[in-house]
């Protein structure tokens, strides 16, 4: 028998703690790491108790008549515990669907964590919205990931850009100073996009000061000037790429493609893959080419990341 319960602040340490020791949860569910902008998010997130023991969370908020899991993340839903089974997974979402209606919720958005960030099989959340919830895929993105123990050799384009770095003299080293390359990358973003970064500069430096190890910054140099950089999210036995950026002269001389090598080769050569993220835009409609072609240029190959929507 389960018990459905909104989460509170009283219940930050037990959260951090299951996710610390769930099979699919990384440390942006951490509440040091959900919380950084939880004025721009109303939280509606819930816990579930099985025999009085937190069995499940759901990281969500929500708008409107709308429980959305979650906007302010990458990816979401539904994170379990060693024992979660199907058929308990199943309950879950019947009890969750109950309680939303009781609330007036209306429409349900759901993230699910894409396969490659599980640390063990936990994919009962798809099984039991295809049986419980009638969904439809709203969102289908792209992103690129390198399995380093099946690597693709680099594209042509690629492997001359890293020869230009080492030509130059171009170095590789963990940095602390974002406030460098967040003018680099903001930059970059005004000029290409007419975006900022998701982060602000006091945003990336609050978390990087609350997940130090998880969080790190790489740079390409040469001598004391900083032509690109990496903004890289470790987790157990994968790594993603949040922020990439180079200055115009350092993209003409393989700044990003000696950081990428060397997160390859040196840095992280037995994790289990890395992620460069999504390249899709506009509700995932809008596949970014430039983007995709330079991210495969490394071996980077499809998974998808999926969003999922019912009604009550």
């Not at 492997?159 to 963990?174: F, I, N, S, Y």
């Amino acid at each position: 028998m389960f018990e459905v319960r909104r989460y509170a602040k009283a219940r930050e340490q037990e959260w951090n703690s299951f996710v610390e020791r769930s099979k699919n949860g990384t440390f942006l569910f951490d509440r040091r790491y959900m919380d950084y902008h939880e004025d721009r998010f109303a939280d509606h997130s819930f816990m579930f108790y099985r025999d009085n023991r937190l069995y499940a969370m759901l990281p969500a908020n929500v708008c409107g008549d709308t429980l959305f899991s979650h906007q302010g993340l990458t990816y979401g839903g539904l994170i379990t515990s060693h024992e979660a089974r199907t058929v308990h997974v199943m309950e879950m979402f019947r009890l969750l669907n109950d309680s939303l209606r009781s609330e007036g919720i209306r429409r349900v958005v759901y993230k699910a964590t894409p396969t490659i960030y599980h640390r063990m099989p936990s994919e009962e959340d798809l099984y039991a919205i295809h049986r419980e919830c009638d969904y439809r895929i709203l969102e289908r993105d792209v992103s690129s990931t390198i399995f380093p123990k099946a690597a693709i050799k680099w594209k042509k384009d690629r492997r001359h850009g890293l020869r230009k770095a080492h030509d130059m003299g171009m170095t590789v080293e963990r940095s602390t100073d974002f406030g460098v390359f967040w003018d680099i990358l903001t930059a970059n973003l005004m000029e290409n996009h007419g975006t900022k970064p998701v982060h602000s500069l006091d945003e990336m430096l609050l978390l990087h000061s609350r997940f130090p190890d998880r969080i790190r910054l790489y740079v390409s140099r040469r001598g004391d000037e900083t032509l690109g950089g990496c903004v890289v999210y470790v987790m157990p036995d994968m790594v993603h790429t949040q922020y990439i950026s180079a200055t115009r002269e350092g993209k003409r001389n393989g700044a990003i493609d000696i950081i990428i090598d060397h997160l390859l080769n040196r840095e992280f050569p037995n994790v289990g893959c890395i992620d460069f993220g999504k390249s899709t835009e506009g509700n995932s409609m809008t596949l970014n080419e430039d983007l995709i072609y330079q991210k495969e240029g490394f071996g980077g190959r499809a998974i998808c990341y999926d969003t999922y929507e019912w009604t009550l």
